[in-house]
């Protein structure tokens, strides 16, 4: 069973930048393809980018596509989210979650299919 968790939150003013990453620790945690959600209070989590187990797929939120990417090194049992040009709307706390697949190209983007999650960090953009 993975462990996965999440770091690099914070306050950042608009505009900025913040890479947050996600470690896994676990006999097989780089069998797992990624993805990262956010969640504000009294919302759904809400879907931001994805990454398959070998990293070769990436897909985006159409809030997070051209500010955000999502990569991955597997040496390190690590899968960051690097975001740019953060907006007030970006505030909230940021999950990585894993799907254990052994399908190196499957993508997933959506919250139920992940079997494992963080705790979660916040990440707060404002002036």
């Known amino acids: 069973q993975v462990q996965l968790e999440e770091s690099g939150g914070g306050l950042v003013q608009p505009g900025g930048s913040l890479r947050l990453s996600c470690a896994a620790s676990?006999?097989?945690?780089?069998?797992?393809?990624v993805g990262w959600f956010r969640q504000v209070p009294g919302k759904e989590r809400e879907f931001v980018a994805a990454?398959?187990?070998?990293?070769?797929?990436?897909r985006y939120s159409d809030s997070a596509e051209g500010r955000f990417m999502i990569f991955r090194n597997n040496a390190k049992n690590t899968v960051y989210l690097q975001m740019n040009s953060l907006k007030l709307e970006d505030t909230a706390v940021y999950y990585c979650?894993?799907?254990?697949?052994?399908?190196?190209?499957?993508?997933?983007?959506?919250?139920?299919?992940?079997?494992?999650w963080g705790q979660g960090t916040q990440v707060t953009v404002s002036s």
């Open positions: 979650a894993a799907h254990s697949t052994p399908d190196g190209t499957v993508i997933v983007t959506t919250a139920t299919a992940f079997e494992y």
């Open positions: 676990g006999p097989t945690s780089t069998t797992y393809a």
């Open positions: 990454i398959s187990r070998i990293g070769s797929i990436l």
